[in-house]
């Protein structure tokens, strides 16, 4: 599986962005796919998680109730819905897909088997 993310830019405080992370490969489906960041000088986090299914979502709680992520595995896409960014949310983006036929996507990275290369996400105060 090798995995694309795009989306990132610059946008001011209180805006909006929509990460994609497109894969390929026809087995995408049943991987369970995350959404991790890293800003400088940090290490790097968990920001959401879908299951295979996409019934399944989970959170970092700094992000509950501002992202969403959802997938469309006819597109081989997973999507992250970025609502009232504020600066800390600057980082770069990484998506990731491990976990096979897992109920709820892992919440640590070392469980994810292939990860994209990132896209950047910058928030102006």
């Known amino acids: 599986v090798q995995l694309q993310a795009s989306g990132g830019g610059l946008v001011q405080a209180g805006g909006s962005l929509r990460l994609s992370c497109a894969a390929s490969?026809?087995?995408?489906?049943?991987?369970?796919v995350g959404w991790f960041r890293q800003a400088p000088g940090k290490e790097r986090e968990f920001v959401a998680g879908?299951?295979?299914?996409?019934?399944?979502?989970s959170y970092a709680d700094s992000m509950k109730g501002r992202f969403t992520i959802s997938r469309d595995n006819a597109k081989n896409t997973v999507y992250l819905q970025m609502y009232s960014l504020k600066p800390e949310d600057t980082a770069v983006y990484y998506c990731?897909?491990?976990?096979?036929?897992?109920?709820?996507?892992?919440?640590?990275?070392?469980?994810?088997?292939?990860w994209g290369q990132g896209t950047q996400v910058t928030v102006s105060s």
């Open positions: 879908i299951s295979w299914s996409g019934v399944s979502t």
């Open positions: 990731a897909a491990g976990g096979v036929w897992l109920a709820q996507a892992p919440r640590r990275a070392v469980e994810y088997d292939y």
């Open positions: 490969g026809r087995t995408f489906s049943s991987y369970a």
